[in-house]
Each structure stands twice: as structure tokens, then as C-alpha cells.
């Protein structure tokens, strides 16, 4: 008996839909493809990371479903309780792991002390390393990690956290570093030394900073394929000592603001969480929520790198 056709591109809408639809709430990465094998044969291969907002009820029937093995069933009322309570549980951990290390920045706590100036920092932590205290790379590799502002760079070594890599270290300090932490959690710091003429600050520069994070991003992501780290990835970024800087815009460009706009009204930014739920998207449209924040916080409307479409756009610094 001839097996039945489907066309493969058909079903795999299908299948998107129901996730789509079906779901409460919205289920994040999951990524299906279809495959081709001899014969015009194809096979869809699903794959469901680790729910980030879990539990997820089925909109047709309202019931929520937990897999064991080979099988499925309907989840009591406690085990319905208890998922919610670890799904806020999971959330608290990420942003407290965030406030304790920006912290121990301003504490000055960091593999190697750095210069003075603004600093960024940027956080990303794969959501299949917030339940696991395994290791998910192997230490005695030493990859070389990329780094903010830096085409390679210059130190890296093992540490007690993990592996470390960092540019310009000097007796004096260092300029920016990359800690990937054992769990596979990823912190990037970047300092800004430039001093400006104007009210003496310094210049976060506002189109050359984004292609630093963006660049930076496209770098990891063969990283988060070595170790294991699938999305969801939860990006957080930071603005520490921001009152001492000023969001660098070009003097053409500036006749288009009052006198406060680019400037900072606290001395920590801390950009509201970004779920980055697909490896596949353009790094600037993934990461464009967090730039515009950023120029929120100078006063003004939208990240200017973008046109009005939302796409990016190159513009003098």
C-alpha cells in the first residue's frame, strides 16, 4: 500500500500554526524543518527547547499536558502550581544573577581591573543553563572568546568561573573582556575612555557602539552552537556610570536636539530584559528593542541607526 503524500511545506505550516494558535501561552523556539531523502520521501524534525514560559495549556480542551518518555498526560492541579512557581522562580534568578554582577562591577570586582570611564555591559544567558549547575563546555578548551571592540583578542585564559578573554590589559587596567561562566551564562564588558571637549564626558559613540554589540552577537552564536545553548537566550544591557557620559552624536545631527537630549538623567541604565527566541533573525533587528531603549534614556525617541522601516542604516558617528 502506497504510503499517503503530504506536501512537506504545507505541513510544516501546519504545525506552525498550531503552535501559533493553539498554545496559551506562546511557546518560543521551536523550530521545524523539513527534510528531504530519497525517493521525493521527506521527514519533519521538530525541535522544543526548554520552555521559557511555561506551563502551556492547549486552547481546545484547556488542559495543561506533562511528557514522560514515550507518553503524555494531563498534569494534576499541584503540578500545574508548581510549574508557575519555578516559572517565577527561573525569572528572579536571571535578573538577580544580573544585579549581583553589575554590582560587583561597580565594586570594581572583575577578572582584571578596568580603565576609568562609561561602561557597557551586556548579559546573555541561555535559558537551558538557569536549572543546571553542569558544565556546558569543556574547560581545557581555550577558545578564544570574542570581545567588544576588538578583531581578536589579546589575553584569554581559564578561570575560577570559567574562560576568559579580554583586549588591552595592561598594568593599568583594561579596556573591555568576555566572561563565559561554566553554566554557559556570557557577561561582555566595554569601557568608554574617550573624553569629550563638551561638559568634559565621555562619548558612548552612538552608531559605532551598536555595530560593536552586533558584531559582537554574530561572534557568539557559533559559541552558543559549541556548547549547547539553544534559544530562548535572555540579553540584558547595562549602562553603568552614565551621568558621566554623553550618547556621542555628530554636531550636524545635534542642531536637531535641545540642550539635555544625549545626555543621561541616572548614573545606571539597566535596559528591561530581550528574549532573543531565534538564532536565525538579523542581529539588528533582534537586538533593536534594547538600542532604542538606550536612546530613550538620553531623551531621545528611537536608536537614529535605524530608518524609519526599522531597518538598519549607516550614519557618520
Known amino acids: 500500500m502506497q504510503g499517503l503524500r503530504i506536501d512537506p511545506d504545507a505541513e510544516v505550516l501546519r504545525l506552525q500554526d498550531i503552535l501559533l494558535n493553539g498554545l496559551e ?27 521559557l514560559n511555561g506551563p502551556h495549556r492547549v486552547k481546545t480542551n484547556q488542559h495543561f499536558f506533562l511528557r514522560e518518555g514515550p507518553r503524555k498526560r494531563q498534569m494534576n492541579i499541584p503540578e500545574v502550581r508548581n510549574d508557575f512557581i519555578k516559572l517565577h522562580s527561573n525569572a528572579n534568578r536571571l535578573k538577580d544573577f544580573r544585579i549581583e554582577r553589575i554590582s560587583r562591577i561597580l565594586a570594581g570586582e572583575t577578572p582584571v581591573p578596568l580603565f576609568e570611564g562609561a561602561i557597557a555591559v551586556l548579559h546573555f544567558l541561555p535559558f537551558n543553563a538557569v536549572n543546571t549547575d553542569t ?10 572568546l570574542p570581545v567588544l571592540s576588538a578583531s ?16 588591552n590589559v595592561t598594568e593599568n587596567g583594561c579596556g573591555a573582556y568576555t566572561q563565559l561562566y561554566r553554566n554557559g551564562y556570557i557577561e561582555a564588558v566595554r569601557v568608554f575612555t574617550t573624553l569629550l571637549p563638551e561638559r568634559n564626558f565621555y562619548n558612548i559613540a552612538s552608531r559605532a557602539y ?15 552552537e559549541t556548547m549547547g545553548a539553544s534559544p530562548p ?14 550618547l556621542g552624536i555628530n554636531l550636524s545631527e545635534r542642531v536637531y536636539l535641545d540642550g539635555d537630549q544625549g545626555f543621561f538623567d541616572r548614573n545606571t541604565i539597566l535596559i528591561p530584559d530581550l528574549l532573543i527566541s531565534d538564532f536565525t533573525h538579523p542581529a539588528e533587528q533582534v537586538l533593536k528593542p534594547a538600542f532604542d531603549l538606550v536612546w530613550n534614556a538620553a531623551g531621545i525617541t528611537h536608536s537614529w541607526n535605524f530608518d524609519k522601516n526599522g531597518n538598519w542604516k549607516a550614519r557618520p558617528n
Do not use: M
Open 152 to 167: 581578536y583578542p589579546s589575553f584569554h585564559r581559564l578561570n575560577i568561573d570559567g574562560i576568559f578573554s579580554a583586549r
Open 233 to 246: 537566550v535572555v540579553f540584558f544591557l547595562s549602562i553603568l556610570k552614565a551621568k558621566s557620559a554623553t
Open 25 to 51: 501561552e506562546r511557546l518560543i523556539g521551536v523550530q521545524i524543518k523539513s527534510i528531504q531523502l530519497k525517493d521525493a520521501c521527506h521527514v519533519i524534525v521538530i525541535r522544543v527547547p526548554q520552555s
Open 135 to 144: 558544565t556546558l563546555f569543556t574547560t581545557g578548551n581555550h577558545r578564544n
Open 210 to 224: 551598536e555595530e560593536e554589540i552586533i558584531e559582537f552577537y554574530q561572534k557568539l552564536l557559533p559559541e552558543f
